[in-house]
């Protein structure tokens, strides 16, 4: 929260927009402490050329707090990353990237989301099962370092 000059107490809002290159660095960064196997800033930065549309930015202050990215082809969205900043979590930025990346899919037709969660992943189980996503199936040794993943599906 930032203080007036006066008395009075006034709080930044935090905005959702969609993807700008100027906030890449930032979010690389989120993503670098937020994964033990991060997403590459070239990677990064190409998922922001592709997909600007359905790729959100949570942002205050012009700096990047969190973001959401999906891929889309015609009728589906496949969710690649979502990430908040350490001390902005738990205040519902990761829960409104899901619900206005929810909408905006909805307004480009697509009805079917799929994502892959690390098994042990406690805080995004708890996010995406809030939203409504259904677990479908465990996939072994999904990622690199031999985890399990969870896949969970929404149907919009
Ligand atoms: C997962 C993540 C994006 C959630 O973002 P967030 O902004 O903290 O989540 P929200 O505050 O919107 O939480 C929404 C709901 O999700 C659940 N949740 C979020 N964090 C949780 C936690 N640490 N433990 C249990 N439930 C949690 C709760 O149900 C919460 O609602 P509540 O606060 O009313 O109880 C965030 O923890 C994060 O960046 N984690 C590291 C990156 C990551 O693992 N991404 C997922 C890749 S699949």
Known sequence: MLQSKGKEKTQT???????ELRY?????????SSFPEPFSNRYLADLGKLYSA??????RNYEAIGYIVAKTDCSRAHILSIAVENNWRR???GFILLQMLIIKLKSKKINEIILEVEK???????LYERVGFKLIKEIKNYYLNGEDALAYYFKI
């Open 120 to 126: 042990n992943n406690i805080p995004a189980k708890t």
């Open 24 to 32: 890449l660095e930032k979010i690389c960064e989120i993503e670098n």
């Open 54 to 59: 359905t790729f959100l930015i949570a942002e």
């Open 13 to 19: 809002p935090v905005r959702i927009i969609e993807f």
């Open 91 to 93: 205040k519902r930025i």
